[in-house]
Nanobody, 127 residues
Framework: QVQLVESGGGSGQAGGSRRLSCDAAGFTSSSIGRAWFRQAPGKAREGVAA????????FYDDSVKGRFTISRSNDKNTVYLQMNSLKPEDPALYYCPAASVPPIGGHWFLDSLFRHWGQGAQVTVSA
């Protein structure tokens, strides 16, 4: 049984920073990889950052590259998303699914890779 709990959501200032945390319970620590997705109202869910230790470690969507950083704790149970230089486009519900299937062809954010999802953490940005 795997449970994922996202935290750290809330309102951030435009141009400011915020850090999200994702605590895992169960067998998530042995997963293939971890990722952060986000979904804004009326938009499709999109991957923003991923960590796959066996495939070159970290990967980012161009929309957040240089601003966001994904990392994990030493015990591998917690994954973080450091969000810097927040933009009006960043508000969304953020998820941290665990990948149970190896990525194929460098596609780090395929929905089929992720079997376990949490409830998400809401992030808003105030201008």
């Amino acid at each position: 049984q795997v449970q994922l709990v996202e935290s750290g959501g809330g309102s951030g200032q435009a141009g400011g920073s915020r850090r999200l945390s994702c605590d895992a319970a169960g067998f998530t620590s042995s997963s293939i990889g971890r990722a952060w997705f986000r979904q804004a109202p009326g938009k499709a869910r999109e991957g923003v950052a991923a960590i796959y230790p066996g495939w070159g470690n970290v990967f980012y969507d161009d929309s957040v590259k240089g601003r966001f950083t994904i990392s994990r704790s030493n015990d591998k149970n917690t994954v973080y998303l450091q969000m810097n230089s927040l933009k009006p486009e960043d508000p969304a519900l953020y998820y941290c699914p665990a990948a149970s299937v190896p990525p194929i062809g460098g596609h780090w954010f395929l929905d089929s890779l992720f079997r376990h999802w949490g409830q998400g953490a809401q992030v808003t940005v105030s201008a």
